[in-house]
């Protein structure tokens, strides 16, 4: 996904410096095996992360009727992937999809239509020529492109981009001790946490803890952690491997074929 979004991006700058009406752009993201290499786990991810298109404030293109991730997924052949292509028409447009290429008109504007219905819609408030909108916004990268998209220098869009993102990570069964240190650390970084209350008055030797914290200070956490006593070193290893795995879909996807 990482590869279609810098894709769209320059395609998108490019158009801007040739002069073409950026406003008239509709995006695909080229779902489908253009090539021999292309396995069904591109689609897949670009499925999962469909709505990091929407940061180009452009309309989205889904062109997946009967493609072939879901006859590989479904083992089904082209004249039998309605029933899948339905299934991932909905999804597309739950996650922003805005067209929707198919070969099944009627049931497909059925899904469509459930989809719409029961997706949230964007917190926008207006008044005159002012408008405050919700950025929805789940990939770091994605905040970049937002700030150069608003005249933010990249350097400055860099220096940002680890800031941008809140997380939430659930530590578990972990002493009270540590869950106390690791309350006072990220606390010392800008982040919060918390833990049972038994746990504050040391009431309980075991507690289950929330880490609140930009990716920033999370990874300065686990920096900090490395270097203390008790387990805080393996926790700050485990905290660190799911906060990169979080967005690394290969591993998330690595069982589909077994």
């Not at 320059?10 to 080229?30: M, Q, V």
Request: net charge negative.
């Amino acid at each position: 996904m990482d590869a279609v979004m810098d894709s769209l991006e320059a395609i998108i700058e490019l158009c801007e410096g040739k002069g073409i009406d950026t406003d008239r752009l509709i995006l695909d993201p080229a779902i489908g095996k253009w090539i021999p290499e292309k396995d069904p786990i591109y689609d897949l991810e670009t499925f999962d992360r469909f709505e990091r298109l929407q940061i180009f404030g452009k309309p989205v293109l889904a062109a997946l009727s009967r493609k072939s991730f879901i006859g590989e997924v479904l083992n089904k052949s082209a004249d039998e992937r309605l029933y899948g292509s339905l299934a991932a028409t909905a999804i597309a447009v739950h996650k922003g999809a805005h067209i929707i290429r198919t070969h099944d008109v009627a049931a497909t504007t059925d899904a469509v239509q459930i989809a719409e219905a029961i997706r949230g819609r964007i917190p926008c408030q207006e008044s005159d020529e002012r408008q405050v909108r919700m950025l929805e916004i789940t990939d770091p990268d994605d905040s970049v492109r937002v700030m150069k998209s608003l005249g933010v220098t990249s350097t400055g869009a860099q220096v940002m981009k680890n800031k941008s993102l809140l997380f939430n990570l659930l530590v578990c069964n972990i002493t009270t001790t540590e869950a106390l240190i690791i309350k006072q650390e990220i606390l010392a970084r800008g982040g919060d946490a918390c833990l049972e209350r038994n746990a504050i008055s040391h009431e309980t030797e075991n507690t289950d803890l929330i880490v609140m914290g930009t990716l920033l200070q999370l990874k300065k956490l686990v920096a900090k952690l490395q270097c203390q006593a008790r387990g805080l070193p393996q926790m700050a290893t485990m905290m660190d491997t799911v906060l990169d795995e979080y967005y690394d879909v290969k591993y998330r996807y690595s069982s589909w074929k077994s």
